[in-house]
């Protein structure tokens, strides 16, 4: 006989909710072959799994949402391994299994598979190049989803470079077709943040581990996120389609943070050319500028070259009409010697020697105060170099021979020093 207890007895519906809160920890994955499907009109999908060895069967649940996600489409007769856990349905008392995904059992059965999808998106236009959008040139707010674990978020942090970088980073399952709702998840809330660029990012593996980015769910929403996504997704022996459909594909991390290095890198450079360019045209305008005036230091020297040989030009023209101008007055004395008296004739001489005397000194004192050589009478000197008027320290430089030019001579040295003091 049972022992009687105090505890009052479970009704039905509690005693199977005790039963599923026990269950629902234990999640597990079951390899079974489909025998029968079922698809509700809310597109919920029922199908059983039996054991191949032995007579052993299990019913099983997928809940519309999920069966979209896995982009299986279930048929009799198909080997499948599933991941969920199990629960009693209260209706009916019945054990089902609650499956979260679905995948293919087998190599062949992938590959079939990933043949298929491949076909079908590429007739679709998905992974034409014209779809492909260009990286931004200097990204800023960068998106990763990848898992936590391993080396591949690390790598990546260490090769990215210091540019500023605002990280957004969601920690995602990767391994698998389990990976399905995680990625998918990451993938939606990514969307929220205004990224710049998204990188998704995992090592290589098997056909098998790289299930979730051949997924279909999971290859249009790469192809749909609203930022170009940079894929760092390794391959066994084909590319996943995740890959093919992001806007770049590198096969390692550290190859996805030199991309986004070089987005830096690449404006930097063009400002250090503009910048070079910039000022090897202001150095051949500089050199313009002092090319010309250096030509108006030359004309201006050769213009008073040309001014100091017209005022001894005009000293003689002065000379010789004075002298023209006592000979003229002689001559006159000769011809008024018969008619008039000595006196007048020495009266006449005498002025107009004293005429041609003062007009003779006016000029000699206006040619004297416009003569380019007069300050050096007084202790002043010309500086040349080249047989160009020096008038600035910046016009010489050290060990050029310089001529400088004094009262009563020229005096030609070697330039030792030069001190731009005032």
């Given at each position: 006989m049972?022992?009687?207890?105090?505890?009052?007895?479970?009704?039905i519906?509690q005693f199977?909710?005790?039963?599923?809160?026990?269950l629902?920890?234990?999640?597990?994955?079951i390899i079974?072959?489909?025998?029968?499907?079922?698809?509700s009109?809310k597109?919920?999908?029922?199908?059983?799994?039996?054991?191949?060895?032995v007579?052993a069967v299990?019913d099983?649940?997928?809940w519309?949402?999920?069966?979209?996600?896995n982009?299986?489409?279930?048929?009799?007769g198909m080997?499948?391994?599933?991941?969920g856990?199990?629960?009693?349905?209260?209706?009916?008392g019945?054990?089902?299994?609650?499956?979260?995904?679905?995948?293919?059992?087998?190599?062949?059965?992938?590959k079939?598979?990933?043949?298929?999808?491949?076909?079908k998106?590429?007739?679709?236009?998905?992974?034409?190049?014209?779809?492909k959008r260009?990286?931004?040139?200097l990204p800023h707010?960068i998106?990763?989803i990848?898992?936590?674990?391993?080396?591949?978020?690390?790598?990546f942090?260490?090769?990215?470079g210091l540019?500023?970088f605002?990280?957004?980073?969601?920690?995602?399952?990767?391994?698998g077709?389990?990976a399905?709702i995680?990625?998918?998840?990451?993938m939606e809330t990514?969307?929220?943040?205004?990224?710049?660029?998204?990188?998704?990012m995992?090592?290589?593996?098997?056909?098998?581990?790289?299930?979730?980015?051949d997924?279909?769910?999971?290859?249009?929403?790469i192809a749909?996120?609203?930022?170009p996504?940079?894929?760092a997704?390794g391959h066994?022996?084909d590319?996943?389609?995740?890959?093919l459909?992001?806007?770049?594909?590198?096969?390692t991390?550290?190859a996805a943070?030199?991309l986004?290095?070089?987005q830096?890198?690449k404006?930097?450079e063009?400002?250090?050319?503009?910048?070079?360019?910039?000022l090897?045209r202001?150095q051949?305008?500089?050199?313009g500028?002092?090319?010309?005036v250096?030509?108006?230091k030359?004309?201006?020297?050769?213009?008073?070259a040309?001014?100091?040989?017209r005022?001894?030009?005009f000293?003689?023209m002065?000379?010789?009409?004075?002298?023209s101008k006592?000979?003229h007055?002689?001559t006159?004395?000769?011809?008024f010697i018969h008619?008039?008296?000595?006196d007048?004739i020495?009266?006449?001489?005498e002025?107009?020697?004293?005429?041609?005397?003062?007009?003779?000194d006016?000029?000699?004192k206006i040619i004297?105060?416009?003569d380019?050589?007069?300050?050096?009478?007084?202790?002043?000197s010309?500086?040349?170099v080249?047989?160009t008027?020096?008038?600035?320290v910046?016009?010489?430089?050290?060990?050029?021979?310089?001529?400088?030019?004094?009262?009563?001579?020229?005096i030609?040295?070697?330039?030792?020093?030069?001190?731009?003091k005032?």
């Open positions: 049972f022992e009687e207890s105090n505890t009052a007895p479970y009704t519906s199977i909710n005790l039963l599923n809160d026990q629902k920890p234990i999640e597990a994955k079974g072959e489909v025998t029968s499907v079922k698809i009109s597109g919920h999908v029922y199908f059983t799994l039996k054991d191949q060895d007579e299990v099983c649940i997928l519309k949402g999920r069966y979209e996600l982009g299986i489409a279930l048929e009799a080997e499948v391994m599933a991941v856990h199990p629960q009693v349905y209260p209706g009916t019945r054990l089902s299994f609650h499956a979260e995904v679905i995948e293919r059992v087998g190599e062949g059965a992938l079939e598979a990933y043949k298929k999808l491949k076909q998106l590429t007739m679709e236009g998905l992974f034409v190049p014209e779809r260009p990286l931004p040139k707010r998106g990763v990848t898992s936590k674990q391993g080396a591949v978020i690390h790598d942090m260490n090769n990215v540019h500023g605002e990280i957004m980073f969601i920690d995602s399952r990767v391994e077709q389990e399905l995680d990625l998918s998840q990451a990514m969307k929220k943040q205004s990224v710049d660029v998204l990188v998704i995992r090592g290589g593996g098997s056909l098998q581990s790289l299930a979730a980015f997924n279909e769910a999971i290859v249009r929403k749909a996120f609203p930022a996504v940079i894929a997704i066994h022996e590319v996943t389609l995740s890959a459909a992001a806007d770049v594909h590198v096969s991390p550290t943070a030199n986004l290095h070089e830096w890198l404006p930097k063009q400002v250090a050319d503009v910048t070079n360019h910039i090897n202001y051949d305008a500089l050199q500028a002092r090319d010309e250096s030509g108006y030359e004309a201006i020297t050769g213009s008073y040309d001014i100091f040989s005022y001894k030009d000293e003689h002065i000379r010789d009409k004075v002298f006592y000979y007055t002689l006159n004395v000769r011809l008619r008039e008296s000595v007048r020495f009266r006449t001489f002025h107009a020697l004293k005429s041609s005397g003062q007009l003779l006016s000029c000699e004297a105060l416009n380019p050589l007069r300050p050096l009478e007084k202790g002043y010309l500086t040349y080249h047989d008027l020096v008038k600035s910046h016009d010489i430089v050290i060990g050029d021979t310089i001529r400088v030019r004094v009262n009563d001579g020229s030609d040295s070697s330039v030792h020093a030069i001190d731009d005032k």
